[in-house]
């Protein structure tokens, strides 16, 4: 088990971590979400021993870390620009913690014929690091990080540097290899998408903070509050006192709440033109934009007299801008916010 105990840091007067307690069990990877500036990489430097000019205590099994220097600790630590070293090979490049720690030559290319292996890049060896793509290139530091079997891997924004169709497929594959390899991992990124993919538990922070601890499922589903709903990408955020069709949604949904209390209305529990489903509660509104995301379009409805705008998806076929709809919203659809 790795502890992290009041952990506080601060840059002279601005204050980067704020009394931060989290833990990341054996064989599971931990993701920590949130927008750049928010302390993640702070604590991830922390956690590798990288500053020490910190408050709090960082324990693994039990033991306080503060006294071990970063090379002492057993951790392996990948970046987002990879740190390859451009005049080795592959090979080299992946042996080269093990040549530090004096390991045998035969046990280190047995090692790395492995771990090229586990990355899938069997035959690479010899291959310079110029010759590869980002793809490859992020493989061949994941192998060099696993290499000497560390107790804890960290990854800070490893797919950070990649196009979006290579991020989603390297997502599934690195939680793969992370498995299979029986580690536990601390996964740092600002991109919710990429939480979801690839970690067991996402710690969302935001100003050197964590609000919100929970399984992908269960933050999606229901985000504790509106700087998390916000941050994960969803608008339909409003005070029950905002205008009839709110209050009206209070009165079926949460009849103890107060006009003042903020909520989300998940995009999942809304539907266009389905006023017969008698769990729901449905308005009419007027379609302002329609953007087609492949699967699905997404949906920009205004609701007149209301004040409101409702974003939501659409599986029907290129719903017309102008035409009025039905919007049904559904109970299991709000979320009562903090």
Same mark, same amino acid.
């Given at each position: 088990?790795?502890?992290?105990? $009041?952990?506080?840091?601060?840059? %002279?007067?601005?204050?980067?971590?704020? !009394?931060?307690?989290?833990?990341?069990?054996?064989?599971?990877?931990?993701?920590?979400?949130?927008?750049?500036?928010?302390?993640?990489?702070?604590?991830?430097?922390?956690?590798?021993?990288?500053?020490?000019?910190?408050?709090?205590?960082?324990?693994?099994?039990?033991? $306080?870390?503060?006294?071990?220097?970063?090379?002492?600790?057993?951790?392996?630590?990948?970046?987002?620009?990879?740190?390859?070293?451009?005049?080795?090979?592959?090979? *080299?490049?992946?042996?080269?913690?093990?040549?530090? =720690?004096?390991?045998?030559?035969?046990?280190?290319?047995?090692?790395?014929?492995?771990?090229?292996?586990?990355?899938?890049?069997?035959?690479?060896?010899?291959?310079?690091?110029?010759?590869?793509?980002?793809?490859?290139?992020? =493989?061949?530091?994941?192998?060099?990080?696993?290499?000497?079997?560390?107790?804890?891997?960290?990854?800070?924004?490893?797919?950070?540097?990649? %196009?979006?169709?290579? =991020?989603?497929?390297?997502?599934?594959?690195?939680?793969?290899?992370?498995?299979?390899?029986?580690?536990?991992?601390?996964?740092?990124?600002?991109?919710?998408?990429?939480?979801?993919?690839?970690?067991?538990?996402?710690?969302?922070?935001?100003?050197?903070?964590?609000?919100?601890?929970?399984?992908?499922? *269960?933050?999606?589903?229901?985000?504790?509050?509106?700087?998390?709903?916000?941050?994960?990408?969803?608008? !339909?955020?409003?005070?029950?006192?905002?205008?009839?069709?709110?209050?009206?949604?209070?009165?079926?949904?949460?009849?103890?709440?107060?006009?003042? *209390?903020?909520?989300?209305?998940?995009? $999942?529990?809304?539907?266009?033109?389905?006023?017969?489903?008698?769990?729901?509660?449905?308005?009419?509104?007027?379609?302002?934009?329609?953007?087609?995301?492949?699967?699905?379009?997404?949906?920009?409805?205004?609701?007149?007299?209301?004040?409101?705008?409702?974003?939501?998806?659409?599986?029907?076929?290129?719903?017309?801008?102008?035409?009025?709809?039905?919007?049904?919203?559904? !109970?299991?659809?709000?979320?009562?916010?903090?």
């Amino acid at each position: 088990m790795l502890q992290l105990k $009041d952990l506080s840091h601060a840059y %002279d007067e601005a204050v980067s971590l704020r !009394n931060v307690n989290l833990r990341v069990a054996k064989d599971e990877i931990l993701c920590l979400l949130g927008p750049s500036g928010c302390g993640k990489t702070t604590l991830l430097r922390i956690v590798a021993g990288l500053i020490s000019d910190y408050g709090g205590d960082v324990l693994l099994d039990g033991r $306080d870390l503060r006294r071990l220097a970063a090379h002492e600790r057993g951790f392996g630590l990948m970046f987002q620009d990879f740190a390859l070293f451009p005049h080795l090979s592959v090979s *080299d490049n992946i042996a080269y913690g093990l040549r530090r =720690r004096r390991m045998p030559a035969t046990d280190i290319n047995e090692r790395v014929e492995l771990m090229l292996d586990q990355v899938g890049l069997r035959g690479y060896g010899e291959r310079g690091i110029g010759t590869l793509s980002g793809g490859e290139q992020q =493989r061949v530091a994941l192998a060099r990080s696993l290499a000497p079997q560390p107790r804890l891997l960290m990854l800070d924004e490893p797919l950070g540097s990649l %196009d979006a169709l290579l =991020r989603d497929k390297l997502a599934l594959e690195l939680r793969e290899i992370i498995n299979s390899a029986g580690l536990r991992a601390l996964y740092v990124t600002h991109d919710h998408r990429e939480a979801y993919a690839i970690a067991d538990r996402v710690a969302v922070m935001d100003k050197g903070t964590i609000r919100q601890v929970a399984g992908p499922f *269960d933050l999606y589903h229901h985000p504790v509050d509106e700087k998390v709903a916000r941050f994960l990408g969803f608008s !339909n955020i409003f005070q029950f006192g905002d205008s009839r069709f709110t209050r009206e949604l209070r009165c079926k949904f949460l009849p103890d709440a107060a006009d003042s *209390d903020a909520f989300l209305i998940h995009p $999942d529990g809304i539907q266009l033109n389905g006023e017969g489903d008698p769990a729901a509660i449905a308005c009419r509104g007027r379609i302002e934009s329609s953007v087609f995301r492949g699967e699905y379009s997404e949906v920009s409805i205004r609701m007149p007299g209301e004040g409101l705008t409702l974003r939501c998806k659409s599986r029907t076929r290129d719903p017309t801008v102008g035409n009025c709809v039905t919007v049904s919203v559904k !109970n299991e659809a709000i979320r009562r916010l903090k």
